[in-house]
């Protein structure tokens, strides 16, 4: 039986005022460990904005072998070449994202803390489901708190992977990759990190490995 794994999911700042320099910052930081996917999040912003992140951010991440996840929007995650779209309750519902998106790119669905959402999410065939939120969060107003169990709990059984969202830092990471989460998504707490974000991502992969110890 495989080891278990868990993996970082890094989400863009929700603003995003100097592209070419972000850029380096997110190559620098992709370089400094393992990362997963990167989620393209840029809230309420119009879509030629969001096309041009995607086209100056793709390209870094998918030549480290990073899947780009468009945040919301199947249609132009489509269009622009994503590698998969995460959508939430209030967005595209599950069906219409693969419609668009087609079978082989990523759709993964937030379930704030519902195991039954995430049942429903799996059975359809979502590729991740995500959990949160976790922590306390600048980010985003979180519409509920999850408890750590719930991942444990559907670690235990179900196959469907599961992300944890919500206020993640380099001070909790260990305790949420130990309660069973599949990968860690993970935005603030990378980028504003006291000493740099490529210092953030060395970190946190480093919790992530001593909970994946403890959880074994």
């Given at each position: 039986?495989?080891?278990?794994?868990?993996?970082?999911?890094?989400?863009?700042?929700?603003?995003?005022?100097?592209?070419?320099?972000?850029?380096?910052?997110?190559?620098?930081?992709?370089?400094?460990?393992?990362?997963?996917?990167?989620?393209?999040?840029?809230?309420?912003?119009?879509?030629?904005?969001?096309?041009?992140?995607?086209?100056?951010?793709?390209?870094?991440?998918q030549a480290r072998g990073v899947a780009v996840i468009l945040n919301d929007r199947p249609d132009?995650?489509?269009?622009?070449?994503?590698?998969?779209?995460?959508?939430?309750?209030?967005?595209?519902?599950?069906?219409?994202?693969?419609?668009?998106?087609?079978?082989?790119?990523?759709?993964?669905?937030?379930?704030?803390?519902?195991?039954?959402?995430?049942?429903?999410?799996?059975?359809?065939?979502?590729?991740?489901?995500?959990?949160?939120?976790?922590?306390?969060?600048?980010?985003?107003?979180?519409?509920?708190?999850?408890?750590?169990?719930?991942?444990?709990?559907?670690?235990?059984?179900?196959?469907?992977?599961?992300?944890a969202i919500g206020g993640i830092t380099v001070e909790n990471a260990r305790a949420l990759a130990?309660?069973?989460?599949?990968?860690?998504?993970?935005?603030a707490g990378v980028w504003s990190h006291g000493e740099g974000p490529a210092a953030a991502v060395?970190?946190?992969?480093?919790?992530?490995?001593?909970?994946?110890?403890?959880?074994?």
């Amino acid at each position: 039986m495989a080891e278990p794994l868990c993996r970082l999911y890094l989400i863009t700042p929700p603003r995003i005022d100097d592209l070419a320099a972000f850029g380096h910052v997110l190559a620098h930081a992709l370089d400094a460990g393992d990362v997963a996917a990167l989620q393209i999040r840029l809230k309420d912003q119009p879509d030629e904005v969001v096309a041009a992140a995607v086209d100056a951010l793709a390209p870094i991440a998918q030549a480290r072998g990073v899947a780009v996840i468009l945040n919301d929007r199947p249609d132009l995650a489509a269009r622009l070449g994503c590698d998969g779209v995460h959508v939430g309750q209030d967005d595209a519902p599950y069906a219409e994202a693969r419609r668009i998106m087609g079978k082989d790119k990523i759709v993964g669905v937030t379930c704030h803390d519902s195991r039954h959402l995430a049942m429903e999410a799996a059975e359809a065939g979502a590729d991740y489901v995500a959990f949160g939120a976790f922590h306390p969060t600048a980010t985003k107003e979180p519409k509920t708190r999850a408890d750590p169990e719930i991942l444990t709990i559907w670690q235990e059984t179900m196959e469907t992977p599961c992300v944890a969202i919500g206020g993640i830092t380099v001070e909790n990471a260990r305790a949420l990759a130990a309660a069973g989460a599949d990968f860690l998504a993970v935005s603030a707490g990378v980028w504003s990190h006291g000493e740099g974000p490529a210092a953030a991502v060395k970190a946190l992969n480093d919790e992530i490995a001593k909970g994946l110890a403890d959880r074994a």
